[in-house]
Every structure is written in structure tokens, then in C-alpha cells.
């Protein structure tokens, strides 16, 4: 079974070496937030297009090197057909960060 809950990016920075990654600090209800790398940075140019978001965020996977940077998620995302489009799978905007999903 995937956990999958409700996390608000509080900060994020372009990964030092890789054009591909933005580094997340997520807000998913725990007791500090979740640093998670994604691989969206051709599709969201600044981190002000992400801070503050809300996203879906797959919790229980195993930790994952990213670009030598420790990933403990994944963001939801949605693509196009074409693959032109990528965007957030956001939830309703009155859930709180942690509530399952």
C-alpha cells in the first residue's frame, strides 16, 4: 500500500549538480519536514514556484540518492501525452499537511 499524503513545500533550491533536479524540504506532518529531490526544473524555473505549494507526496518509499542527494519521497506529477506538461496532482486546498490520502 502507498502513503501518500498532503505536504507543503516550505523550501526548495536547484540541486548544485544536476539542471534536471529542484531539492524540496516538504511539510508532510512529521516532526521536521522531508528533504525530497525531484526531477521538475525544466517545467517550474524559479523556487518561488514551488515554496509554499500544496502537493501529494509518496511517503514510504525507500531513501533514494538523487543525484548524490538523499530523496526521502516523491512528489506526485501529472504529464501530458505529449510530455510538454508537467505538473503538480494537488489537493483540495483546505487539507493540512500530513492527512492521508
Known amino acids: 500500500k502507498l502513503d501518500v ?9 536547484p540541486h548544485p549538480d ?3 533536479l529542484w531539492c524540496e524540504r516538504i511539510d508532510v506532518g512529521e516532526g521536521a519536514p522531508r528533504e525530497i529531490a525531484s ?3 525544466a517545467y517550474y524555473a524559479e523556487p ?6 500544496s502537493v501529494l ?11 548524490g542527494f538523499p530523496s526521502n ?3 506526485l ?4 501525452a505529449d510530455g510538454s506538461v508537467v ?7 483546505e487539507s493540512p499537511p500530513g492527512e492521508r490520502v
Open 39 to 41: 526531477g521538475i526544473r
Open 48 to 53: 518561488s514556484d514551488l515554496e509554499g505549494r
Open 73 to 75: 519521497g516523491m512528489v
Open 87 to 93: 505538473e503538480f496532482v494537488e489537493p483540495p486546498a
Open 18 to 20: 544536476s539542471e534536471k
Open 5 to 13: 499524503r498532503v505536504g507543503k513545500i516550505v523550501e526548495a533550491w
Open 57 to 67: 507526496v509518496v511517503c514510504n518509499l525507500k531513501p533514494a540518492k538523487l543525484g
Open 77 to 80: 506529477c501529472g504529464t501530458s
